[in-house]
């Protein structure tokens, strides 16, 4: 017998690397954009984005824990508990998102104060993680959908919409930002506006391959007629 070939893992990698590139280079932008406006607003957004950061690792690790979980599943053949564990996680991201969008609109100050935000910053600080607690119930929504699709092998698509996503709020947030004609720049607002507009557009992707992922596994199981 021969040996089986070896797994190759660059071709399921290297989306994960992009993204997380992609994702970096949206807050090297936003950094820079914001700078421009000053050094409080630039500290604001670099307080804002990192809390808002170290509170999205919740949805990747209840992601990294479906997609592990969901692709046993499929390897079993157990269909129907894969897809009871996709609608469980969809779940508990609603509510964790929830939640923690919820906490950051409330105790915008007192989190801020727990990472020794200067003064001057928190007046520009506090209305933006405001604005970056209403993103993260699409974030989290976004996390569990990409997980599902990537435990189907559907990594590309998964890519795919996350390009879409970072590339329509790049687009979205320079004229936001900086304004454009009759547009007044909005600062920071605007690079919240475009992240929840970018968002949005996202969870329609991800529900949209998702749905497809869905419609050709049933066909897949279906008989063959004679």
């Known amino acids: 017998m021969s040996p089986a070939p070896a797994p190759r893992l660059l071709p399921l990698i290297w989306p994960l690397y992009l993204e997380l590139w992609l994702g970096i ?43 592990v979980v969901l692709t046993q599943r499929l390897g ?87 390009v879409a996503m970072h590339g329509s709020h790049l687009l979205l947030c320079v004229p936001l930002m900086l304004g454009a004609g009759p547009l007044p720049p909005l600062g920071l607002s605007g690079f919240a506006l475009a992240l929840l507009a970018s968002r949005v557009l996202g969870v329609g992707l991800d529900r949209k391959s998702t749905r497809l992922n869905s419609s050709h596994s049933q066909q897949s199981r279906m008989p063959s007629s004679a």
């Open 25 to 67: 280079g949206v807050g090297l932008v936003g950094t820079a954009l914001a700078a421009r406006q000053g050094d409080a607003a630039g500290g604001a957004f670099a307080v804002s984005h990192q809390l808002a950061a170290a509170l999205f690792v919740l949805f990747r690790i209840i992601g990294a824990g479906a997609s």
């Open 76 to 162: 079993g053949g157990q269909r129907a508990q894969a897809d009871a564990v996709a609608r469980a996680t969809l779940g508990a991201s609603t509510w964790i998102g929830g939640g923690t969008g919820l906490g950051c609109v409330l105790l915008a100050g007192p989190l801020l104060g727990l990472l020794n935000t200067p003064e001057d910053v928190r007046p520009l600080a506090e209305p933006f993680v405001r604005w970056l607690g209403l993103s993260l119930l699409l974030d989290a929504w976004n996390a569990s959908l990409a997980a599902v699709l990537r435990s189907h092998l559907r990594s590309r698509d998964t890519l795919a919409v996350i």
